[in-house]
């Protein structure tokens, strides 16, 4: 109860403070849980999450508390919370009041595949909004622990932009890579944000606009390696793709990569005098590449086993070609540790010196 109440004081003065400078709609006075999933478990606040099956009710309970008496001043301000990790459930009888916003976080599902092919989440998201008049998504477009390696998730989250209109969402936020070698970056946020318009579209033509228009002759190859990539994950019926993996262990194998080599390399061939053509393929290669260095030396025991050419490049040639770019491509990882690409490539020269 004190809590609430110190809650609800603090929330009330900041909308207040702030509230005179909000011009666009919606305006939202945020009452979120952090990263983590610290929770009261007090014998009151246990009984709650009992009976309503989720973590989500105690916020809830506080958050409706809260919206009642911003409601009474505020009527065009909407109350948000997340449903994210503990709490992305939803409560088993409660019901959010008319001007609470509910922003489903979706960090915990298979990136590998559109969230409707996943019953728990799907269901979740659907319940929500059924009981929500106001309900958003938050969603993860990428590896979080490595921005630069293959992360074969392209058709997710332009097709759960149909899902999420089904189920009632109104809003949605993709959360993507930065930094400036980011896997096929460009592609995704084009694609997506035709998708967030219209979901009516077909994500691969779109695809196939992008590659054609941004990579030129070469838009062709390029394809075919999202199409490689596409199929070397759904090798496994039971692979999971998530935001946190330290590489491509796991799904990318030693052919995958030798394929993917040749197809890039007709890619570069393909737009061969084209400057900035040629540099976007360059930077599309990328991708393969830093993952093949960083997996070399299973690819080596792979080969050596099977008695196979390995069929890769020089290692100590390849991370020379990345020298110039050490303090240019901005950050690889989440931070706050040390995210830098100058710290990725002084991990790759000190194992290829």
């Avoid at 009330?12 to 999933?37: C, F, H, M």
């Avoid at 570069?268 to 360059?282: D, I």
Wanted: a neutral charge; glycine letters at 6%.
């Amino acid at each position: 109860k004190g809590a609430r109440e110190t809650i609800t004081r603090n929330a009330l003065a900041e909308l207040e403070q702030k509230y005179p400078s909000w011009t666009q709609y919606p305006k939202v006075l945020w009452i979120t849980q952090n990263d983590g999933r610290s929770m009261c478990r007090c014998a009151d606040c246990k009984a709650i999450q009992e009976s309503e099956g989720s973590d989500s009710a105690n916020w809830l309970m506080m958050v409706n508390d809260i919206a009642e008496k911003v409601a009474q001043k505020y009527p065009d301000v909407l109350v948000g919370m997340f449903a994210y990790l503990h709490t992305e459930a939803p409560p088993k009888t409660l019901r959010p009041r008319d001007n609470v916003l509910i922003y489903s976080a979706l960090l915990r599902s298979n990136k590998r595949d559109p969230v409707k092919h996943y019953k728990k989440h799907a269901e979740w998201l659907r319940r929500w909004g059924a009981i929500s008049n106001h309900h958003w998504v938050w969603d993860y477009d990428t590896n979080f622990r490595n921005y630069f390696q293959p992360h074969p998730n392209y058709y997710v989250h332009p097709l759960n932009m149909r899902f999420f209109r089904e189920v009632g969402v109104t809003g949605a936020l993709v959360q993507a890579a930065h930094g400036k070698a980011a896997d096929l970056a460009a592609l995704r946020a084009w694609v997506t944000s035709q998708m967030m318009w219209n979901p009516d579209l077909d994500p691969r033509q779109l695809m196939v606009e992008f590659t054609n228009g941004y990579y030129g002759a070469a838009g062709r190859w390029i394809m075919l390696y999202v199409d490689l990539m596409l199929a070397s994950v759904n090798r496994r019926d039971d692979f999971w793709l998530g935001c946190y993996r330290n590489d491509t262990t796991g799904w990318l194998e030693l052919g995958d990569v030798q394929t993917a080599l040749d197809l890039l390399e007709q890619a570069a061939r393909a737009v061969e005098g084209n400057e900035e053509l040629s540099q976007r393929v360059w930077m599309a290669s990328r991708h393969i590449e830093l993952a093949w260095l960083d997996s070399y030396d299973e690819f080596v025991k792979t080969a050596q086993e099977k008695n196979i050419p390995l069929g890769l490049p020089d290692p100590v040639k390849a991370v020379d070609a990345l020298a110039p770019y050490r303090n240019a491509w901005d950050s690889f990882r989440e931070g706050p540790r040390p995210a830098g690409f100058d710290v990725y490539f002084d991990r790759l020269r000190e194992r290829f010196p």
